[in-house]
């Protein structure tokens, strides 16, 4: 998923590139909405100024919630189990959240993880992982079950979700509780929490007070002024093919569809990208709770539209464990708008999709 465009006419845009936190991210200023038009100059200079910030919060965030540094302060954490220990309000905010949504997603969406992707090979950070271009063999995981709540065999980690406790104190610091033997990933949503606050830092709080959109490796969240004096900015957003089809990688510049976006956020998620081999097979990092291996799903890849980039990536997330009878089923019943693709490269859309579609 990339940016396509901005408004039909496609106006003057400053664009931020950035790598942080395992992921390519893209902010996009739409300096067109400026109150005054000032010189190139001094959009450039204001540009480089909002880079430094960005990257400084980037580089604080990933101090706190990296999984490859063991001195992040979600590391700590997971050091730290059966005792109370003070977290930032950042750490809080986004468990928090995360625990919310397991109950939202069956259990099959859950911070708890972490022990089965390092069980998979996914110690380090993603780019430094060993890739081929066809798989030696399948991917080590089986099939969904058609119905997830005949399941009887959830995983202890998540049968103890309810054992995390929080806490904030009068002087409003924050306390976590993890039980013994519990370790958290919390990448999933991290950065979807990241791509919200960035843009409502920069069209709500930044001097500019301008709409934008940021881009956090396919978590995208778009950047509302408070009071806008125009009409709404519409983003294009294109959808892009799987980056596999039937086990070999297949990389097509052709999109599937272009979404027309004016507030909210957009999250993919799938099987298809963030692979790597380990042990001689194919693993990947969606990892199903019940049997602690990456799920074999008949949904490859799911993009969900949401008021918020961390819920939109939890439902896309859930859309690949479900597998697509049961995904299509949900979300129709709560009117969500997503698209799906699945294995043979079928594109399935939902009717609260269908008014976002730009083309396809």
Same mark, same amino acid.
């Given at each position: 998923m ?5 408004n ?7 664009t931020?590139?950035l ?12 300096t ?7 010189s190139q100059?001094?959009?450039?200079q204001?540009?480089a100024?909002?880079?430094?910030d960005i990257?400084?919060? @980037?580089a !604080?965030?990933? /101090?706190i919630f990296s ?7 979600l ?5 730290? +189990?059966?005792?109370?220990?003070e ?9 928090q959240?995360a625990i919310?949504f397991v109950?939202k997603?069956q ?6 993880l972490?022990?089965?992707l390092?069980?998979?090979?996914y110690?380090h950070?993603f ?14 995981s ?5 119905n ?5 065999s959830a995983n202890?980690?998540?049968q103890q979700i309810e054992?995390?406790q929080l806490?904030? @104190?009068a !002087?409003?610091? /924050?306390q976590v509780?993890?039980p ?6 919390l990448?999933g949503?991290?950065? +979807?929490?990241?791509a ?6 920069i069209?709500?709080v930044h ?6 959109l940021?881009?956090?490796g ?11 004096t125009?009409k709404?900015v519409?983003?294009?957003v294109?959808v ?8 070999e990688?297949?990389?097509n ?7 027309k976006?004016?507030s909210g956020a ?8 963030r ?6 097979r194919w693993?990947? /990092?969606?990892i199903?709770?019940?049997d602690?291996?990456?799920v074999?799903?008949d949904?490859l890849?799911?993009?969900v539209?949401a008021?918020d980039a961390m819920?939109?990536e939890v439902?896309a997330?859930?859309?690949?464990l ?8 949900w979300?129709?019943?709560h009117h969500i708008a997503?698209l799906?693709?699945d294995?043979?490269?079928k594109?399935m859309?939902?009717s609260?999709?269908?008014p ?5």
């Amino acid at each position: 998923m990339h940016t396509n465009m901005s408004n039909q006419t496609t106006p003057q845009l400053a664009t931020i590139k950035l790598f942080a936190m395992g992921c390519h991210i893209q902010i996009s200023l739409n300096t067109t909405r400026l109150s005054a038009q000032p010189s190139q100059m001094r959009i450039d200079q204001q540009v480089a100024f909002l880079t430094n910030d960005i990257q400084q919060r @980037l580089a !604080d965030w990933e /101090h706190i919630f990296s999984r490859f540094d063991d001195s992040s302060e979600l590391m700590r954490l997971n050091n730290r +189990g059966d005792q109370w220990s003070e977290v930032s309000s950042e750490l809080f905010e986004v468990l928090q959240r995360a625990i919310h949504f397991v109950s939202k997603t069956q259990g099959l969406v859950t911070p708890t993880l972490l022990h089965p992707l390092w069980d998979a090979g996914y110690k380090h950070s993603f780019e430094t992982l060993p890739k081929m271009s066809v798989p030696s063999l399948p991917v080590t995981s089986v099939s969904t079950p058609t119905n997830v709540q005949d399941t009887t065999s959830a995983n202890h980690a998540n049968q103890q979700i309810e054992g995390i406790q929080l806490r904030q @104190l009068a !002087d409003r610091q /924050h306390q976590v509780y993890l039980p013994a033997g519990m370790a958290l990933d919390l990448n999933g949503y991290v950065k +979807g929490w990241c791509a919200m606050q960035l843009a409502e830092n920069i069209s709500r709080v930044h001097d500019w007070h301008i709409p934008c959109l940021v881009d956090m490796g396919g978590d995208i969240a778009i950047g509302v002024p408070k009071n806008p004096t125009d009409k709404p900015v519409s983003w294009g957003v294109a959808v892009a093919k799987p980056y596999f089809a039937n086990s070999e990688h297949v990389h097509n510049d052709e999109d599937v569809a272009i979404l027309k976006l004016s507030s909210g956020a957009v999250a993919t998620s799938g099987q298809d990208y963030r692979r790597w081999l380990h042990d001689g097979r194919w693993q990947h /990092h969606l990892i199903h709770p019940h049997d602690l291996r990456p799920v074999t799903s008949d949904v490859l890849t799911a993009t969900v539209l949401a008021k918020d980039a961390m819920t939109a990536e939890v439902y896309a997330k859930y859309c690949v464990l479900l597998g697509v009878k049961a995904a299509v089923a949900w979300l129709n019943k709560h009117h969500i708008a997503a698209l799906l693709i699945d294995r043979d490269n079928k594109v399935m859309v939902t009717s609260a999709m269908r008014p976002n579609l730009l083309a396809s």
